[in-house]
């Protein structure tokens, strides 16, 4: 069973995106155990002030080092047997990606500190395993991005998904998008589903699936190419959809 820890704030964001769908089935089938905690709790003022202005100078207010480290002392104490990987939501940090979430898929503790105000004391990030950012942009607080974090680990768990091929052929898993969909009916206002879908001959089902999912990657996401190691069968679809796409 994967552990996840969360040192937040405001811990109420999280009950509803943890409590749900997936992740809320994962914990209830005893797959995961998560916790959020408010590391105000662990101030060592009377006012539980967890920031204070910086040294120097400067805009905003910085987290101090003190209640984060108090509060994962109190984690290690409570959970002396796991390895943990803490991981702080830092704009600096370095991107998420589906690469990153496979490795936090496999390990057994993971620990997300969400900031708050205009950043940290640096002591802060003595205390970490990994800075990581959700994408190239500022968000108020680290709450939304340990979210997505957690939702795109925690699907990546053995048995979380009701199907443990999804995850393994998702868009991004593959290196490549995923390739048109379709169910029932088979035509719904003049919008038929590709007769090869239909025909129940799982070879060229396969050959359709692969060179779609390829053009739609040359269409959308062109740079995942270029970082992807192509078969000699999927250089030959790459060179058929080039041409059909430009000859349309």
């Not at 060592?44 to 480290?69: C, E, R, S, W």
Request: glycine share 6%.
């Amino acid at each position: 069973m994967m552990k996840i820890d969360v040192l937040t704030l405001f811990p109420r964001m999280f009950e509803g995106p943890l409590g749900e769908s997936i992740i809320g089935k994962a914990v209830d089938r005893n797959l995961l155990e998560i916790n959020v905690s408010n590391f105000r709790d662990h101030s060592d003022n009377k006012h539980q002030t967890v920031d204070d202005y910086p040294y120097g100078g400067g805009a905003g207010m910085l987290l101090k080092v003190q209640p984060i480290f108090d509060n994962l002392e109190k984690i290690r104490e409570q959970n002396p047997e796991t390895k943990k990987r803490i991981i702080l939501l830092d704009p600096a940090g370095k991107p998420f990606n589906q690469t990153m979430a496979e490795e936090f898929s496999q390990e057994e503790h993971l620990v997300f500190i969400c900031g708050h105000y205009e950043g940290y004391d640096e002591r802060i990030r003595s205390l970490v395993t990994d800075e990581v950012s959700l994408g190239d942009y500022v968000l108020t607080g680290g709450e939304l991005g340990a979210m997505v974090m957690i939702d795109a680990t925690v699907r990546l768990l053995p048995d979380v998904l009701g199907n443990n091929t999804s995850a393994e052929t998702d868009s991004h898993s593959t290196g490549l998008l995923e390739q048109p969909q379709y169910t029932r009916p088979a035509v719904f206002n003049d919008m038929a589903v590709p007769e090869v879908l239909t025909n129940g001959n799982h070879k060229l089902i396969a050959e359709w699936q692969l060179k779609e999912s390829i053009r739609r990657t040359y269409l959308r996401r062109p740079d995942m190419l270029e970082k992807l190691e192509m078969t000699a069968e999927m250089e030959r679809f790459l060179q058929e959809v080039i041409e059909e796409e430009t000859a349309d």
